[in-house]
């Protein structure tokens, strides 16, 4: 079997647990352990890419690029990847990621909109970057359809295509089939990924289900670290891999290590709540949660009720202005109904 | 306007794509201009049809093609792509013709009918900034006439199916020129745009969220007021520009790039569109050509009364 490409993606994902406040100093020392863990590529960046921070999805503590360039300066053998969402970061966001040291980037888009992405993806490869296609909220439609979109990305220079399971939605019969897809229509050469979230308890099992279909590249978190109840913990990936025979280069007991140490240092500990079960029930972007979860406080609803609606409302990821939106008419409905 | 002679001024369309198909109905209404010619690309592209349709002159040679026609028109609606009309404005400068520019290129001076449109005039080259930024500078440009906005930043959700190749292969393009404008033309001392597309079936209305960084001891109310004024400004000529929910104020620390900030002042916008080419969902088309027009119209009768009419 063809060695696994693992991608930790806790301080790009994690970003959202934290709710973008990590220090270069946290940075430096996560990097470090994930870098003595064996892990290829280590991915830094606001949770929502480049140019993530704002109102909409909240304000980065420390600058990026600060972070990125203190996660290069303490990964010595692993590659650094960012992430950019066309539309939130911009071509210019690349130039300054491949200038700090970065070597990969991930372009990420909602799973019908490749065509969005061409430009970023195209300047990604001119950079003399590694550069990875992502498609996000992939339970949102059929794996022919998925495919087509990968193969647009393809088209423009994405050496590696992933099955994004943003809202954590997705199951291993799911998983397999949007794999099998990408798999058969990609060229061989390409390499197919899958970036798990734990929302519904599935992260391991889709995992191993979309490495049987055929992925090389999978991503995790140290910790568990991640949007709604987080990605695939990176240690326990690394532990199911080496029982069941998947290379993977991953050192468990540095990043079990690691894991502990890292989840103390940030003063978090990522889980299933009722709230990231309905994530993955109603089919919502992972980073809504803290947001949804503050919004509907102050609005005096249950989260529960905010999060669905969104789900029905078929909202997709970036559009945390939502929110918001659904909780006001919530919350004036009630007071109508009240009233009347 | 005016008692005096109404007679139209002459005006072309560059680009058949959605905007100028758009745009082209619009014109096609107004008694201030005349529709003289359309052109495009593609010989096949449905606006040239449609154009033929309605008996205007149209070819898909390009700028070369309008150039050389007898009768040159006074103005031209550029709905083309950033880069073509980058590339065509000084051929229409040179040509005397006023360019109306709906796409993101930013060669000319960015404009708001409801904001600056009367500072501009005389200038050869006015940009439409983005849909985007038709929907929210204006809601920037009332807050920052009432209090300090120190950052202002937009989020602006469109129909997959309302956006054209144009803005998919310009998205750079569209939230770098957007979040230009909210400094340039909004007033805010910082600024930041976001675009999201969502495929939704059936297709979501255009939606845009303001957000505005105040300080403390800001004027709350007399910011509610000023936009409301605003919104009530701009759906005089988009009518289906509306506040979606009441203008909301959210105390909190915000390190925002403009400096901390005390309050978020959140403005959720909803654009129907008037469909007039695509459905009522594209309400990003409607505000960008109804914009359009208003300065297309505008223009008309400053050059009637200076006389410059062709």
């Known amino acids: 079997m063809t060695r696994i490409c693992f991608t930790d993606s806790c301080l790009r994902d994690g970003s959202h647990t934290v709710r973008h406040r990590f220090t270069a100093e946290q940075v430096r020392t996560i990097a470090a352990g994930l870098d003595a863990g064996g892990v290829s590529v280590i991915e830094v960046s606001h949770g929502d890419g480049l140019g993530g921070s704002s109102f909409n999805y909240g304000f980065s503590a420390v600058p990026e690029r600060d972070l990125i360039a203190a996660a290069v300066d303490s990964a010595p053998d692993a590659t650094i990847a960012a992430l950019l969402l066309p539309g939130i970061g911009t071509v210019r966001d690349l130039h300054v990621a491949s200038e700090l040291g970065v070597g990969m980037v991930r372009i990420a888009t909602h799973c019908t909109e490749a065509d969005i992405a061409a430009q970023h993806i195209h300047v990604g490869r001119d950079l003399g970057l590694e550069v990875v296609g992502f498609l996000m909220m992939s339970h949102m439609v059929h794996p022919g359809p998925l495919a087509d979109q990968a193969v647009l990305m393809e088209s423009y220079g994405a050496q590696t295509v992933y099955v994004v399971d943003s809202a954590g939605a997705l199951v291993p019969d799911t998983v397999r089939q949007r794999v099998l897809a990408l798999r058969e229509a990609l060229e061989p050469g390409t390499h197919v990924g899958f970036h798990a979230h734990d929302n519904l308890g599935a992260a391991v099992a889709n995992t191993l289900a979309a490495i049987d279909e055929g992925a090389t590249c999978v991503d995790g978190s140290l910790g568990g670290l991640g949007a709604g109840a ?30 502990e140490a890292t989840l103390e240092l940030l003063g978090v500990r990522p889980g299933r709540t009722r709230d990231s079960l309905l994530l993955g029930y109603a089919g919502v972007y992972s980073s809504f949660l803290l947001h949804t979860d503050r919004v509907a406080r102050r609005f005096g609803l249950d989260p529960a009720d905010v999060l669905i609606e969104l789900g029905h409302r078929r909202v997709v990821g970036g559009q945390e202005d939502m929110i918001v939106d659904v909780a006001a008419e919530l919350a004036a409905a009630r007071i109508g109904a009240e009233s009347g | 306007m005016t008692g005096r002679d109404p007679r139209p001024v002459r005006c072309a369309i560059i680009g058949t794509g959605n905007i100028g198909s758009d745009l082209m109905e619009k014109v096609l209404r107004s008694d201030r201009l005349e529709l003289c010619a359309v052109v495009g690309i593609d010989p096949e592209s449905d606006g040239l049809a449609r154009a033929r349709a309605h008996g205007i002159p149209a070819s898909h040679e390009g700028l070369d093609w309008l150039l050389a026609r007898p009768e040159l028109p006074a103005i031209a609606f550029e709905a083309t792509s950033a880069a073509v009309h980058a590339a065509g404005a000084p051929r229409l400068e040179d040509a005397g013709i006023a360019a109306v520019d709906l796409t993101p290129a930013a060669v000319g001076a960015p404009v708001v009918p409801s904001v600056n449109l009367d500072d501009h005039l005389d200038t050869p080259n006015i940009n439409m900034i983005t849909c985007a930024g038709q929907a929210t500078v204006p809601i920037v440009a009332a807050i920052a006439s009432v209090a300090d906005v120190r950052y202002a930043e937009i989020v602006a959700t469109i129909a997959s199916r309302s956006a054209g190749p144009g803005t998919r292969a310009n998205i750079d393009e569209f939230t770098e020129t957007t979040a230009q404008a909210l400094i340039d033309v909004g007033g805010a001392t910082m600024g930041k745009a ?42 005089q000529f988009v009518p289906g520009y509306r506040l979606k929910q009441e203008v909301l104020f959210v105390e909190g620390t915000f390190d925002t790039p403009g400096g901390p900030a005390e309050t978020c002042c959140t403005v959720l916008l909803e654009v129907t569109g008037a469909g007039d080419y695509l459905p009522t969902y594209a309400g990003n088309l409607d505000i960008m050509t109804a914009a359009a027009l208003r300065v297309g119209e505008r223009l008309a009768e400053h050059l009637a009364a200076s006389g410059a009419t062709r």
């Open chain 2, 194 to 235: 976001i675009i999201v597309l969502n495929p939704a079936d059936p297709p979501i209305l255009m939606r845009d969220t303001v957000y505005a960084a105040l300080p403390d001891g800001s004027d709350l109310d007399a910011v509610s007021d000023a936009i409301e004024r605003q919104v009530d400004e701009v759906s």
């Open chain 1, 230 to 259: 987080g990605n695939l913990a990176t240690e326990a990936f690394a532990a199911v891999a080496e029982r069941s025979g998947i290379e993977t280069g991953l050192d468990v007991l540095s990043l079990t290590s690691s894991a």
